[in-house]
């Protein structure tokens, strides 16, 4: 196996999470998550499967990089970094992400217009 050096926006899309359904409440199944923590539970989900994700808004974790609950919503605090597991292995992603501490956005963030676009140094 060869290993060769991407950039994240080639193995990724990126998106933001939505603002959770006025309906939260403690007793709801699937837990609303901002990046930072649990901050309640709904009747609905956006993503099935645990996500890698940048805390993107924010006090004292922007550029966090996290992994959500599975059957979660995720809030419009944080950057979903999909991609296709088939291809990429998500607990690699999120490691590895982990390690280049990306709230150095001088150096991880490329900014273009109103569009932020890590990258992998």
């Known amino acids: 196996m060869s290993?060769?050096?991407?950039?994240?926006?080639?193995?990724?899309?990126?998106?933001?999470?939505?603002?959770?359904?006025?309906?939260?409440?403690?007793?709801?199944?699937?837990?609303?998550?901002?990046?930072?923590?649990?901050?309640?539970?709904?009747?609905?989900?956006?993503?099935?499967?645990?996500?890698?994700?940048?805390?993107a808004r924010g006090v004292g974790g922007t550029g966090d990089v996290k992994i959500s609950p599975e059957k979660c919503w995720i809030t419009n605090l944080s950057i979903v970094l999909a991609v296709d597991p088939e291809t990429i292995d998500k607990r690699f992603l999120?490691?590895?992400?982990?390690?280049?501490?990306?709230?150095r956005q001088d150096r991880f963030m490329k900014c273009s217009g109103s569009e932020a676009r890590p990258r992998v140094a």
């Open 3 to 55: 290993w060769h050096q991407v950039s994240l926006g080639d193995i990724s899309s990126m998106k933001y999470g939505k603002l959770p359904p006025k309906e939260t409440s403690p007793d709801g199944p699937y837990p609303v998550f901002t990046g930072y923590r649990v901050a309640g539970y709904c009747n609905e989900y956006l993503y099935e499967q645990p996500e890698v994700l940048v805390v």
């Open 94 to 103: 999120y490691y590895r992400l982990g390690i280049l501490s990306l709230s």
